[in-house]
Nanobody, 121 residues
């Protein structure tokens, strides 16, 4: 399963971005999807995850209602909507697929290539 994360870019502090995760040729609806991020020199960090059904969402402790994960199985896509972005949100954001919405990198079997999010004034 190949995942593609896209939608990153340069945004000012306080701005918003929506990242998308798709998988051409594979059905995402059977997988839980997690979002992780990795800043330079830091470990990959859990951002949030959504169950295959879309009924359950889990978020990292830093999120504090600024991020929302959703999925549209008809479009074979999962989204990460980010609001009130901060400098410290700058990172490469990855989506990953697994059998359940875990919090750990090791719980996901398939990964996308990542998309860069840069928060800068």
């Amino acid at each position: 399963v190949q995942l593609q994360a896209f939608g990153g870019g340069l945004v000012q502090p306080g701005g918003s971005l929506r990242l998308s995760c798709t998988s051409p040729g594979h059905t995402l609806s059977q997988y839980a999807i997690g979002w992780f991020r990795q800043a330079p020199g830091k470990e990959r960090e859990f951002v949030g995850a959504i169950s295959a059904s879309g009924m359950t969402e889990t978020y990292g402790s830093f999120v504090k209602n600024r991020l929302t994960i959703s999925r549209d199985n008809a479009k074979n896509a999962v989204y990460l909507q980010m609001h009130s972005l901060k400098f410290e949100d700058t990172a490469v954001y990855y989506c990953a697929a697994g059998s359940y919405a875990g919090l750990e990198v090791r719980e996901y079997d398939y990964w996308g290539q990542g998309t860069q999010v840069t928060v800068s004034s």
